[in-house]
């Protein structure tokens, strides 16, 4: 059997396929003596979406691609996520930023995501087998693809569309098996180098695989040793490539008539700065409230000095914040689009023959995450004015002309234009203190996976009849730690504000005259000199508490054991009638534990965290059959073969109760290498234990309004938007008033005509876990052809229609997600309206984050796939080398979320474009191997109902995305390998302005080298 199969398995992303130098499918059947001598059973495998061992010329009945592990690496591919992202149904589900919204919690993880249904939709094998989950919180249960040892990587399956009855919880929009090497031999070093044209990102990548055969050739043992690290990427090295804020367009008429409602200002900084920006009270946010000389903005440095930054120009309608101002706000420019990431992985995989029909394997592995998140720490967002609305204990720090650290010209200007001042009264120092953060305000996720494997499979006859079983047990363990600091409460204030003692000696104001605090160490709050050891010591701590709300450490685990024995059943005219039976028992738990000082609540104002822990068990029972009615010799016409296929799957989970889903497929081989196939399936996904279990966390957010001036006429029901902010502003007189134009009537439309909404990061956000929650089930519908004609050897042509409904959906909500299904429909749900609080002005100041049952799904996609590869010589015999093309797309023809019934339409969007499109061409000629590959996204909008009125300076549809890609691989003496390559040749990166339309990452070039021995 050749590689060929594995390009004809199903429609999908056939790009990757060249023979592997080892272990294809059917040199794992050819090799393994539990496969027995039996001649009809050396060319049947088991491939992803069945356990039935099957011919390998069979056609899936449901479409499934394969990736050639091998051609990642001549693609200058460092992980086997890089090569997932190119499959035309899956959007890449990068997690740059640990945002509850993102539905994950480990920053710098990259999940499958097939169709964009989210990760959780999309279940991951190793070798046909559960792994653990590495994602923590609220965020969906799924497996970091960077994890899989890519130098024992044999392939990747993708089954498009269901699953769940052969495979368990968690396969609605498909399966992804990663399928290690069978019988690894030799010594591989390999080394590459990247970097992007800009100079930035570098990715530096070693890898050390070694494997040999042993006892004879009945055993093998191979091993890997990865490791990789990246810089991150910041907001400042691709300011021009997205949007960051925006505000009102002050243009007459805007908002109508072609002119965009608001205007984007990617410089736009709030009133903070890093030597402190002096304003004249807590809650003084704007600009009016800062203190000026000669219009300048006073700022104070390390020497206690006046320093005057330009202020800028107001954004309009966005009262916290300036474009074009001298400001130092590090979020501006820091604020991290990718983190950088150091990974190292260690794998053991190995198998023993311990009889002629019964084999011992296992698999072993330790891997280590640990992402960088830039300027993302909690002291980056307190102790400025925003905050102070959220919490009181957050404001800005007061200081006053007894401050020892102010010199004397500051104190008497100061005094001379503020009498208060003068008298004694604070003034206060809007500031992020990243110089008190010791990681300089910086965040680190580390996870470490832990993955063993012990399995027992072989083979043995009843009469006339073959059977095949395996046994195994997994056990699997991830620990996440969070590091980062926040100021201790009240320490840092104590600290901060200093003065003399009688004796002429700077302490802390509580000491000043009688030592209350003897640890106290008082520090210079102006500037951005760091304060000594002892300050850090007594003001800030450890605290695995983010500003996301995420908290941290986090250990999940996972035992599994699973039975599987499958064989023939009856002859008849067709061929042999196969089953198997399946028994799954899986243990998975969940703990969360709180560093010290979040639960004693020194942190964020007083606030205590909360630890728990989760856990449940299920037992599972399934069976599978194949059944072919023609084929072999006995034929009709216009019907070569016809088989059926079916699956049942019986759950019994102490999390989320009963359950039983299934399966029913067929193959119609019509003739001249057309078939035609279908397959119709019900799938199921259990909530996760964090997602039921999760304690209670509290931390500072960001969120919008509904019923600001920039939402109010958004969403997917503007009508009932503007009547629900209108009946909330009738009902509350008081509501919008802060930003009322002196001498406006204060009546409901002008006070929502001039609304700014909630600031940024002032809204107290609990998130938590919902013991309520249940399954959510969906309907899938596959029907398409294979053809391979007989007349044109190397030609596949594939094409199937997915359908797929989804109830019962669960989905992570935060502040935004429940603000706006509130506001969003009529009449009003108390159950998501109820989540918000409000202050006295209407701004939202609490939410909550969790999961919820909240709706239902549907999917309408094609997909195609044409694979041409062949001999040159084929063409003219004076032509040398060997040819390789690929076509595959997508066509993502709707996907719709509803939310008690309110409609969300994701295709055509940039978060599900209608079309994505791959090619590829591969041309071999002696030791050089030439690549090119194209990736193609279509036009589409930034949002349902976009338009230039209600887009950011009319940006209402990116433009379409083309990114190239070259390589070449040469080959020296059969041992070495040079690479070099150009991924996204002509810098095209994303569209402007959505960053994930496309690689923001942009043109990078590679350099490596193979070693083999």
Not at 269 to 297: A, I
Not at 453 to 465: D, E, H, P, S
Not at 675 to 682: G, H, K, P, V, Y
């Amino acid at each position: 059997m050749t590689a060929v199969w594995l390009a004809f398995a199903g429609s999908g992303a056939a790009w990757a396929q060249q023979a592997p130098v080892e272990a294809t499918p059917a040199a794992d059947a050819a090799e393994n003596p539990a496969d027995g001598q039996d001649g009809a059973r050396k060319d049947e495998i088991v491939v992803t979406g069945s356990r039935i061992r099957r011919s390998v010329d069979e056609t899936a009945s449901a479409p499934v691609a394969v990736l050639d592990a091998d051609n990642f690496k001549q693609r200058g591919f460092n992980q086997a996520g890089d090569a997932l992202n190119e499959l035309t149904s899956n959007t890449p589900q990068r997690n740059p930023q640990p945002y509850v919204s993102n539905g994950q919690a480990v920053a710098g993880a990259d999940f499958p995501n097939l169709f964009n249904l989210g990760p959780a939709r999309t279940l991951t094998l190793v070798n046909g087998r559960r792994t653990v989950s590495t994602s923590l919180g609220l965020g969906d249960e799924a497996v970091d693809t960077n994890i899989i040892p890519l130098g024992l990587l044999d392939r990747i399956e993708v089954v498009q569309g269901g699953g769940a009855a052969v495979y368990g919880s968690g396969a609605i929009g498909g399966v992804v098996n990663y399928v290690l090497k069978k019988n690894a031999q030799g010594v591989r070093l390999e080394a590459q180098n990247t970097v992007t044209g800009d100079g930035d990102y570098s990715l530096h990548t070693v890898r050390l695989t070694a494997g040999r055969n042993f006892a004879g050739g009945r055993g093998n043992i191979a091993i890997e040793a990865d490791y990789s690290k990246t810089d991150p990427l910041v907001f400042k090295q691709r300011s021009d490539r997205f949007i960051s804020g925006a505000g009102l367009n002050l243009t007459p008429g805007a908002g109508a008539n072609g002119i965009p409602f608001t205007t984007a200002y990617n410089d736009a900084t709030q009133y903070v700065d890093q030597n402190g920006l002096v304003v004249t009270g807590p809650f003084n946010y704007d600009v009016n409230g800062v203190v000026k000389q000669g219009g300048r903005g006073v700022t104070i440095d390390g020497d206690g000095n006046i320093a005057l930054k330009g202020l800028g120009t107001p954004v309009p309608g966005v009262a916290t914040s300036a474009t074009g101002s001298d400001l130092r706000w590090p979020f501006k420019d820091y604020g991290t689009l990718v983190p950088g990431v150091e990974r190292a992985i260690g794998s053991l995989i190995g198998h023993y023959d311990l009889t002629s029909n019964l084999t011992f394997s296992t698999e072993l592995l330790v891997a280590r995450t640990r992402s960088r998140l830039v300027k993302r720490g909690a002291l980056l967002q307190q102790y400025i004015p925003v905050l102070s609305f959220a919490y009181s204990d957050l404001q800005p720090l007061p200081f006053t002309r007894n401050n020892p650290y102010l010199s004397q010209s500051t104190v008497q200007a100061l005094s001379a234009a503020n009498p208060g001042f003068a008298a004694g009264q604070p003034l206060y120092l809007s500031k992020n203190f990243l110089d008190v953060d010791p990681n300089g305000g910086d965040q680190f996720f580390t996870t470490t996976t832990y993955r063993a494997l012990a399995a027992l499979n072989g083979n043995f006859n009843l009469g006339k009849r073959r059977f095949d079983y395996e046994v195994s047990y997994s056990h699997g363990q991830v620990n996440t730690d969070i590091d980062a600091y926040a100021p201790i409460y009240p320490n840092f204030r104590n600290a901060a504000n200093a003065v003399r003692n009688s004796a002429g000696q700077i302490v802390c104001a509580i000491n000043q005259a009688t030592v209350v605090d003897a640890s106290c160490v008082p520090f210079n709050i102006f500037g951005t000199e760091r304060p000594s050891q002892a300050v850090l010591n007594y003001a800030v701590g450890k605290s695995g508490v983010t500003d996301s709300g995420t908290l941290g450490p986090v250990k999940n685990l996972q035992d599994d054991v699973l039975a599987t024995i499958s064989g023939d059943v009856v002859r008849l005219p067709g061929g042999m009638a196969k089953f198997s039976a399946t028994y799954e028992h899986r243990d998975q738990r969940a703990s969360f534990n709180p560093l010290q000082g979040d639960l004693d609540g020194i942190y964020l104002a007083g606030i205590k965290a909360v630890g728990g822990r989760g856990g449940f068990n299920t037992d599972e029972i399934a069976g599978e059959v194949a059944v072919p009615l023609v084929g072999g010799d006995f034929r009709l016409p216009l019907v070569q073969a016809l088989d059926f296929d079916g699956s049942y799957r019986l759950v019994n989970s102490t999390l989320a109760g009963n359950n039983s889903v299934w399966g029913v497929g067929g193959r119609w081989l019509i003739g001249a290498g057309l078939t035609a196939r279908i397959n119709r399936s019900r799938n199921f996904r259990a909530p996760s234990i964090n997602q039921v279990s999760a304690p209670g966390s509290v931390a500072i957010s960001g969120a919008g309004n509904p019923c600001s001036i920039t939402a109010i006429n958004g969403g997917p029901n503007p009508t009932a938007r503007r009547a629900n902010c209108v009946a909330l502003f009738t009902a509350n007189a008081n509501y919008g008033l802060n930003s009322l134009p002196a001498g406006v009537a204060p009546t409901v439309d002008n006070r929502l005509a001039n609304f700014v909404g909630t600031g940024t990061s002032q809204v107290q956000l609990t998130t938590r876990g919902n013991p309520e929650l249940q399954n959510e089930v969906s309907n899938a519908l596959t029907f398409g052809f294979v053809f391979q004609p007989t007349f044109l050897r190397g030609l596949t042509i594939t094409a199937d229609r997915l359908d797929l409904k989804i109830g019962n959906a669960l989905a992570l909500f935060g502040v935004n997600e429940f603000a706006s299904t509130c506001f969003d429909q009529q009449p009003q749900s108390d159950v998501y309206c109820g989540t918000l609080g409000y202050d006295s002005n209407g701004d939202i100041n609490r939410g909550v984050a969790t999961t919820v049952n909240a709706g239902s799904a549907r999917l309408k996609s094609d997909l195609y796939n044409i694979d041409y590869r062949f001999s040159l010589s084929s063409i003219s015999a004076s032509l040398p080398g060997q040819l390789a093309l690929t076509a595959s797309a997508t066509h993502n023809r709707l996907e719709e979320v509803v939310y008690l019934g309110v409609t969300q339409k994701l295709d055509g969007t940039v978060a599900l474009p209608e079309w994505s499109v791959h090619f590829e061409s591969r041309y071999k000629i002696g030791p050089a191997l030439i690549t090119y590959a194209l990736n193609y996204l279509s036009p589409s909008l930034t949002g349902q109902g976009a338009t230039v009125e209600n887009s950011t300076d009319g940006f209402y549809k990116v433009r379409a995305n083309y990114r190239h890609d070259v390589s070449l691989e040469y080959t020296i003496a059969d041992r070495y390998a040079l690479r070099l390559g150009v991924n996204d040749l002509f810098d095209r990166k994303n569209e402007y302005p959505a960053a994930s339309f496309g690689d923001i990452i942009g043109r990078r070039f590679f350099a490596g080298v193979t070693a083999q021995f």
